[in-house]
């Protein structure tokens, strides 16, 4: 099964290392992969290098893309965490 969704990233200061690390600890609770991409970058979810690569800041589009058994789960779990804020606000 694969999963897109499309999330923009409202919180301040983007995909900082807080928040990255809070997105890569999220998706490595998932069997499926798991690939970000923003404006044209792509990364693997469960990679923390990979994740700050992508110079994620506010008003981005991040698109998500999951594919295996739990990917409908990882994508929502996730979605729910970006448009949350990554709790810090």
Known sequence: MVVEESVVITNQVGLHARPARLLVQTAAQFQSQIQLTCKEKTAN??????VLRLGAVKGDTLQLRAEGDDAQNAIQTLTELIQRKFDEE
Do not use: D, L, Q, T
């Open 45 to 50: 979810a469960k990679s923390m290098i990979g």
